[in-house]
């Protein structure tokens, strides 16, 4: 694997094929508690076998084993050039981060948009959408022989693609979405599945607060579901959906209810999710859409989306900006983030408007060494501006 680490410059990055996944393991988990004295290490693993990649796949992991299916992508040019986006049912195989993809063969039907989540029965996957409608069907994931099989779930209550959703133990959390291809209004949501009890089905709870939309980021923390940015839709005066990109950020768990927290520094439409959980408090938004350049011209020299990484502290209520993804990698928006031995994985994904990408990035946060092993029970906690990486993080903390 190449290691590239987000704070060196290109002369001082390293090139190695391969980490101790325990030691990558030990890295993610051990942080002390309260401190995000991270630094990235940045990789790319054997890229996808695909010469485009896919936008949209479902992905996790299944008996040690990174499974990522279905997706779409435009094999016959970009929409501004006659061509037309297609969805795929193929099912990838990636046994070890050093190894070979292998293709093991298809989903039930072509479909992508929407959420899955690694659970301890199989990559389970939620809705989505193929070229005509959404989905309500949600399923198990599994590899059997080495073929894919799928093991039925009980349905969302309604279709629904272009969502969020996490796991809390075994409960499935799933907000935002629409539940048609043309829809000019998404969902405000929020629905739940306990896998222990998953014959009762999806339990609507309290929606949430703020404006429906498509393509948030989700995660968990402490007990809670977190919900960050995705995007409004209202129709114009043709009827066509238009966005509004939201920056706001939400707290849902289930005795208190929904609470809102400080908004984003900036949007981040379609960034990967679930959010990375690092340490005992932060989740990280990776780059996403900020719409600053959806009117782009021309599509075709877009320069991508940004390489910004956002860091929320679950306890201070804080946002600070971090060191981006490297110069030399490429961020995607539209793809599953995956814990996988040590490493958050985004396996392929969209990095600009049309165009898909076969790059399977990964990256690990290294604790810096003047903090690692420290504790928030023996240091008091660190001002903003201590926190090492993070780019002007006052001017970022939205409540000054």
């Not at 996944?21 to 996808?48: Q, Y």
């Not at 969302?156 to 907000?175: D, E, Q, W």
């Not at 998953?198 to 579901?225: D, I, N």
Request: charge should be positive.
């Amino acid at each position: 694997m190449v290691v590239l680490a987000a704070h060196a410059p290109p002369s001082l990055q390293i090139n190695r094929r391969s980490l101790s996944a325990v030691f990558a393991s030990l890295l993610i988990t051990l942080l002390p508690p309260g401190v995000v004295r991270a630094e990235f290490a940045w990789s790319e693993l054997t890229a996808m076998p695909d010469t485009l990649g896919f936008a949209g796949p479902f992905a996790g992991v299944f008996e040690g084993k990174l499974v990522v299916a279905g997706g779409a992508n435009f094999p016959n040019g970009t929409p501004w050039d006659g061509g037309t986006k297609v969805w795929h049912d193929r099912v990838f195989v990636l046994d070890d981060p050093a190894g070979a993809w292998r293709e093991t063969g298809h989903l039930p039907l072509p479909l992508g948009y929407g959420v899955s989540l690694t659970t301890t029965r199989g990559v389970l996957c939620i809705g989505g959408s193929d070229a005509t409608r959404h989905y309500a069907d949600c399923f198990l994931l599994r590899l059997a022989n080495g073929q894919p099989v799928t093991e039925k779930l009980p349905p969302l209550p309604r279709p629904l693609a272009n969502m969020a959703g996490s796991r809390l133990g075994n409960t499935i959390f799933i907000v935002g979405g629409t539940s048609a291809p043309a829809d000019t209004t998404a969902s405000n949501r929020l629905l739940a599945l306990d896998l222990d009890h998953a014959e009762s089905g999806w339990k609507e709870l309290a929606p949430l607060p703020g404006p429906g939309r498509v393509m948030p980021v989700a995660g968990v923390r402490a007990g809670s579901l977190f919900v960050f940015s995705g995007a409004a839709l209202a129709p114009d005066a043709n009827g066509k959906p238009v966005r509004t990109y939201l920056r706001d950020a939400w707290r849902y768990d289930l005795r208190g209810g929904w609470k809102k927290l400080a908004d984003l520094p900036r949007a981040a439409v379609a960034a990967p999710t679930p959010a990375p959980a690092v340490g005992a408090s932060h989740l990280f938004v990776l780059g996403g859409d900020d719409g600053t350049l959806i009117h782009f011209e021309p599509k075709s020299r877009h320069p991508g989306f940004p390489r910004s990484i956002l860091g929320y502290d679950t306890v201070t209520d804080r946002w600070e900006d971090f060191d981006p993804l490297p110069a030399t990698l490429r961020p995607p928006v539209t793809v599953p983030v995956v814990e996988w031995r040590g490493r958050f994985v985004m396996p392929s994904g969209e990095i600009r408007p049309a165009v898909r990408t076969p790059q399977v990035l990964a990256f690990m946060p290294v604790p810096a060494k003047a903090s690692f092993g420290s504790s928030a029970h023996d240091t008091p906690p660190a001002p903003a501006a201590d926190f090492p990486k993070s780019n002007n993080p006052q001017a970022n903390d939205v409540r000054k």
